[in-house]
């Protein structure tokens, strides 16, 4: 998946998700000039968030559930 799929699937702002690329906090390899994001890692990834927070996104649930429906 994108940073662009993952902005819409957590409701993180894509800076907040290249920020966190950057740091090493989320896996993504780059093809191209995108990021390529697991499903799996970007479900860890929303959760980790969630549980982080002082960050303004959806529950994790609803991210999981974009993503299981348009991304697996």
Same mark, same amino acid.
């Given at each position: *998946?994108?940073?662009?799929?993952?902005?819409? +699937?957590? %409701?993180?702002?894509? !800076?907040?998700?290249?920020?966190?690329?950057? @740091? =090493?906090?989320?896996?993504?390899? *780059?093809?191209?000039?995108?990021?390529?994001? +697991?499903? %799996?890692?970007?479900? !860890?990834?929303?959760?980790?968030?969630?549980? @982080? =927070?002082?960050?303004?996104?959806?529950?994790?649930?609803?991210?999981?559930?974009?993503?299981?429906?348009?991304?697996?």
């Amino acid at each position: *998946m994108t940073t662009k799929d993952l902005e819409q +699937a957590t %409701g993180i702002v894509r !800076q907040t998700i290249y920020n966190h690329i950057n @740091r =090493g906090w989320l896996d993504a390899r *780059m093809i191209g000039s995108r990021y390529d994001i +697991a499903p %799996g890692e970007a479900i !860890q990834w929303a959760h980790w968030c969630w549980m @982080r =927070g002082g960050i303004d996104m959806y529950p994790p649930e609803a991210a999981e559930g974009f993503i299981k429906h348009f991304c697996i």
